[in-house]
């Protein structure tokens, strides 16, 4: 692990996407920032994934993280709900790997397991546990962005070790692993 170092992290989502960042200086993990992306008010499902592109690049362009740690979707009863929470993932990966900055992606299980040792915790127990471990001060209302630092947290967590989850560097890593879902054309 470098000795200093930005992880980014993001809870997809087409209604709210959630993100934090930390910081990583010699093997200590520090609070930037934790926020949200509201998109309830945009009906057209094409303007908020324009949206998340943009303000994943604006994170970027900012706070220049060195990693992308990303939850995930996980297959629900709704498969129409699993392909827009897709694409938001999508668009927020293409923005990472459009500035060439690795990603991992992670499942929510293994985000829950990292932060609080059970698989199956409550966005509470999530949002409690990240409050302990970099003393803040208070929580958010909505929880979806103590969702995105739980990422980078886990990210954090999980450096170093041979299986943490899907991982890219840029375009064509993600082509190499993943021919099923990219057209033969390209």
């Not at 958010?140 to 943490?164: M, Q, W």
């Amino acid at each position: 692990m470098d000795s200093e170092k930005i992880i980014l992290g993001i809870d997809p989502g087409t209604q709210v996407m959630g993100f934090g960042l930390i910081k990583v200086v010699k093997k200590q993990m520090h609070f930037i920032q934790m926020n949200e992306l509201l998109l309830k008010k945009y009906p057209d499902p094409y303007t908020k994934l324009k949206l998340i592109f943009e303000r994943t690049l604006e994170l970027i362009d900012t706070y220049h993280p060195d990693e992308i740690a990303i939850e995930a979707p996980f297959y629900a009863k709704n498969v129409q709900s699993m392909l827009k929470l897709g694409r938001a993932q999508g668009v927020a990966m293409a923005a990472g790997l459009s500035r060439q900055i690795p990603i991992t992606e992670y499942m929510p299980k293994k985000i829950k397991m990292a932060i609080t040792g059970n698989g199956n915790a409550s966005k509470e127990q999530v949002a409690k546990m990240l409050q302990g471990l970099l003393q803040l001060k208070s929580l958010p209302k909505n929880l979806d962005s103590t969702d995105g630092l739980a990422a980078a947290v886990c990210h954090f967590y999980n450096e170093g070790r041979v299986d943490v989850g899907k991982r890219y560097t840029g375009w064509e890593a993600y082509v190499r692993s993943n021919t099923d879902r990219v057209d033969g054309d390209v």
